[in-house]
Every structure is written in C-alpha cells, then in structure tokens.
C-alpha cells in the first residue's frame, strides 16, 4: 500500500524523494522540497493537506 506517514527520508534529489512508510513500504515519491517525517504520503503521492 502507498498511503502512510513518512518514518524515514532515504533520499531526495530534488524532484523525487525514496521514503519508507509506517506501512514498512519503501517508495520512491515526486517531492519539490525535502519531506519530513511526519508528512503524509496518500496513493504514492506527497500530501499537501496538514
């Protein structure tokens, strides 16, 4: 599943980031700015919603 809160900011090059979700799954997400843990990742997509 691609929905759930970032635990882990594996890496960001600028345009996509490689995060691991509370889920255990690690995807890769676009992300115009580094995500912080806590962010919110819903349907493989880096939530704007707070």
């Given at each position: 599943?691609?929905?759930?809160?970032?635990?882990?900011?594996?890496?960001?090059?600028g345009e996509s980031a490689?995060?691991?979700?509370?889920?255990g799954s690690t995807i890769s997400i676009k992300a115009s700015h580094r995500p912080?843990?806590?962010?919110?990742?819903?349907?493989?997509e880096l939530s704007t919603e707070l």
């Open positions: 599943m691609n929905t759930g809160v970032i635990v882990s900011v594996l890496g960001w090059n490689y995060v691991e979700l509370s889920s912080k843990l806590g962010d919110w990742v819903v349907e493989g």
